[in-house]
């Protein structure tokens, strides 16, 4: 089996370096390029997060808050516009094997979360990739059918209708009532 590739935006936290002070994680320009070629976007400009981890035996409760700016096309006209992104971060750190095997496989089960259940992402030995957390915090937050400022006149000049204009027969007819009057 061969190993994976290192993330993006890597920063490797050892179980040992928990101290209670929260950790602050900034993106390089190159780790922000890569960023941006992995979410298919145009540009990361910035990326930092403030996270604060809480230690309980060998899991690893990590909450804080990631911001970016980054720049990315237009769902409808392909036109670039900058977007900025404030994205709340709960996630819990917890050793390979401790996830329920039937989430693993892939089998059909139902489950309820309740509003204090985190996400859970597993780590192999004394060290877990917060920096890769964010990346996926970051890559969650991208709205991939964000539409820039000239959404509305590229739609205009390809003859789409908005999804809220009336359509139809009756709003036809009724278009043409109006216009007689």
Same mark, same amino acid.
């Given at each position: 089996?061969?190993?994976?590739?290192?993330?993006?935006?890597?920063?490797?936290?050892?179980?040992?370096?928990?101290?209670?002070? /929260?950790?602050?994680?900034?993106?390089?320009?190159?780790?922000?390029?890569?960023?941006?070629?992995?979410?298919? =976007?145009?540009?990361?400009?910035?990326?930092?997060? @403030?996270?604060?981890?809480?230690?309980?035996?060998?899991?690893?409760?990590?909450?804080?808050?990631?911001?970016?700016?980054?720049?990315?096309?237009?769902?409808?006209?392909?036109?670039?516009? /900058?977007?900025? =992104?404030?994205? *709340? =971060?709960?996630?819990?750190?917890?050793?390979?094997?401790?996830?329920?095997?039937?989430?693993?496989?892939?089998? @059909?089960?139902?489950?309820?979360?309740?509003?204090?259940?985190? *996400?859970? =992402?597993?780590?192999?030995?004394?060290?877990?990739?917060?920096?890769?957390?964010?990346?996926?915090?970051?890559?969650?937050?991208? *709205? $991939?059918?964000?539409?820039? $400022?000239?959404? *509305?006149?590229?739609? @205009?000049?390809?003859?789409?209708?908005?999804?809220?204009?009336?359509?139809? /027969?009756?709003?036809?007819?009724?278009?043409?009532?109006?216009?007689?009057?």
């Amino acid at each position: 089996m061969s190993q994976a590739a290192t993330p993006e935006f890597s920063r490797l936290v050892s179980l040992r370096q928990i101290t209670g002070k /929260p950790v602050f994680l900034e993106a390089d320009e190159s780790e922000r390029a890569a960023l941006a070629r992995r979410f298919a =976007i145009t540009e990361v400009c910035s990326l930092t997060a @403030e996270i604060s981890l809480d230690r309980n035996g060998d899991r690893v409760a990590a909450e804080g808050r990631l911001e970016a700016h980054i720049v990315q096309p237009c769902a409808v006209s392909g036109e670039d516009f /900058p977007v900025h =992104i404030e994205e *709340d =971060i709960a996630l819990r750190f917890v050793p390979e094997g401790s996830i329920d095997p039937a989430l693993q496989e892939g089998e @059909e089960i139902e489950i309820e979360l309740g509003a204090s259940d985190l *996400d859970e =992402i597993e780590y192999t030995g004394e060290t877990f990739d917060l920096g890769e957390a964010v990346a996926q915090g970051l890559a969650l937050a991208i *709205d $991939p059918y964000a539409e820039g $400022p000239e959404a *509305d006149a590229a739609r @205009e000049k390809a003859g789409i209708k908005a999804d809220d204009a009336p359509s139809g /027969p009756l709003a036809d007819a009724l278009g043409a009532a109006l216009k007689r009057n």
